[in-house]
T-cell receptor, first 113, second 117 residues
Framework: GQQVMQIPQYQHVQEGEDFTTYCNSS?????IQWYKQRPGGHPVFLIQ?????EVKKQKRLTFQFGEAKKNSSLHITATQTTDVGTYFC?????????????FGSGTRLSIRP | DTGVSQDPRHKITKRGQNVTFRCDPI?????LYWYRQTLGQGPEFLTY????????KSRLLSDRFSAERPKGSFSTLEIQRTEQGDSAMYLC???????????????FGPGTRLLVL
């Protein structure tokens, strides 16, 4: 079946260090979305990427969508304690008739002050 | 505040009992999704509605699970004869179907955490 894999599963960094999470799909995607879930919270939409090779920035966060539309990454520059949480990518398969999105298993980010 | 609300926020039940959860989407959204999330995993798609029509159900969804959206607004998810493996967070999300110039974005509610004893 269609799968979206995310690595690493956990990342523990010193405050101020950079952080990157990678997302890979077994199938070509129409788009990819990124969500952040704080401990005890629910997923909160961050961004959606649609175009091949697209790069979008939100302050210290940089999102990329691969040329083949099968992978994506999220990079956080100079992490802060407010960045703590689990980051999920979620892809919409290109040739699926469904509107569903498939979530990766997430990367849990923790930060040493 | 995303505007999607879910009730109850927590539910503890005994194995074999039926439970029902409610989701109120953002008012102008015509799509509504149900997901299940277990610890350490991403949300897993269960089913979705466009207006009152249920357009897809996951193949993983047991026939003990049923969802409705009778008037195209709020939705209910019922689990019959609950099992311990049903313990999870049940998330609802709503969105506007994609159209001219509109990309679909799903907004999640706070979830209902179910514990089956």
């Amino acid at each position: 079946g269609q799968q979206v894999m995310q690595i690493p599963q956990y990342q523990h960094v010193q405050e101020g260090e950079d952080f990157t999470t990678y997302c890979n799909s077994s199938t070509t995607l129409s788009n990819i979305q990124w969500y952040k879930q704080r401990p005890g919270g629910h997923p909160v939409f961050l961004i959606q990427l649609v175009k091949s090779g697209e790069v979008k920035k939100q302050k210290r966060l940089t999102f990329q969508f691969g040329e083949a539309k099968k992978n994506s990454s999220l990079h956080i520059t100079a992490t802060q304690t407010t960045d703590v949480g689990t980051y999920f990518c979620a892809g919409q398969p290109r040739y699926s008739s469904a509107s569903k999105i498939i979530f990766g298993s997430g990367t849990r980010l923790s930060i040493r002050p | 505040d995303t505007g999607v609300s879910q009730d109850p926020r927590h539910k503890i039940t005994k194995r074999g009992q039926n439970v029902t959860f409610r989701c109120d989407p953002i008012s102008e959204h015509n799509r509504l999704y149900w997901y299940r999330q277990t610890l350490g995993q991403g949300p897993e798609f269960l089913t979705y509605f466009q207006n009152e029509a249920q357009l897809e159900k996951s193949r993983l969804l047991s026939d003990r699970f049923s969802a409705e959206r009778p008037k195209g607004s709020f939705s209910t998810l019922e689990i019959q004869r609950t099992e311990q493996g049903d313990s999870a967070m049940y998330l609802c999300a709503s969105s506007l179907a994609p159209g001219a110039g509109n990309q679909e974005t799903q907004y999640f509610g706070p979830g209902t955490r179910l514990l089956v004893l």
